[in-house]
T-cell receptor, first 111, second 114 residues
Framework: RKEVEQDPGPFNVPEGATVAFNCTYS??????FFWYRQDCRKEPKLLMS???SGNEDGRFTAQLNRASQYISLLIRDSKLSDSATYLC????????????FGTGTRLLVSP | DTAVSQTPKYLVTQMGNDKSIKCEQN?????MYWYKQDSKKFLKIMFS???????INETVPNRFSPKSPDKAHLNLHINSLELGDSAVYFC?????????????FGSGTQLSVL
């Protein structure tokens, strides 16, 4: 089993749609979780951290289910500029940062 | 000013050659990393350094040798390059290296081994 698993997509959605991505992770002891965004031929950039109680940042909502070892990202009112690859990231280090990245889910938002 | 800068952006070389990639961060961070993103876009950690000390070495072949002359720099030297080394290499940094910190990535070095 991969340490962090995501559906690679692509997810093709029209502007204004709501889309959700899921991710599962293997290490039940993991404590820190993130979503990063990577545009084509660019470096990954932090989109948002994922907190146990769930958190929202504008049109983006992240959820964590520790019992199921599952993380989700919801994007509401999709924009063309949301087209990118969304990377689920889990810290697998104990006491230090060792981020393990999923292979990413590609999102294409069309007019 | 670019926070994490790496050079060169593109590197094309022959099998068997030795090459280096340089990375510098001007954020005052203590921890720096090298990640490799292969042709399937899978991003995997190779090394991390905290204040010039090696923290993570992810079973990378010893042809890869990171060097950190100071905490603002982490260079990657690769000996006897192989076809399978072709990838995009990303340098990154974080403030202290603790578990919930944001990583700042450089723009990547695309290495092509012919």
């Amino acid at each position: 089993r991969k340490e962090v698993e995501q559906d690679p997509g692509p997810f093709n959605v029209p502007e204004g749609a709501t889309v959700a991505f899921n991710c599962t992770y293997s290490n039940s002891a993991s404590q820190s979780f993130f979503w990063y965004r990577q545009d084509c031929r660019k470096e990954p950039k932090l989109l948002m951290s994922v907190y146990s109680s769930g958190n929202e940042d504008g049109r983006f909502t992240a959820q964590l289910n520790r019992a199921s070892q599952y993380i989700s990202l919801l994007i509401r009112d999709s924009k063309l500029s949301d087209s990118a690859t969304y990377l689920c990231v889990v810290n697998m280090g104990t006491g230090f940062q060792k981020l393990v990245f999923g292979t990413g889910t590609r999102l294409l938002v069309s007019p | 000013d670019t926070a994490v800068s790496q050079t060169p952006k593109y590197l094309v070389t022959q099998m068997g050659n030795d090459k280096s990639i340089k990375c510098e961060q001007n954020l005052g961070h203590d921890t720096m990393y090298w990640y490799k993103q292969d042709s399937k876009k899978f991003l995997k950690i190779m090394f991390s350094y905290n204040n010039k000390e090696l923290i993570i070495n992810e079973t990378v072949p010893n042809r890869f040798s990171p060097k950190s002359p100071d905490k603002a720099h982490l260079n990657l030297h690769i000996n006897s390059l192989e076809l399978g080394d072709s990838a995009v290499y990303f340098c990154a940094s974080s403030r202290t290296g603790s578990t919930n910190e944001k990583l700042f990535f450089g723009s990547g070095t695309q290495l092509s081994v012919l």
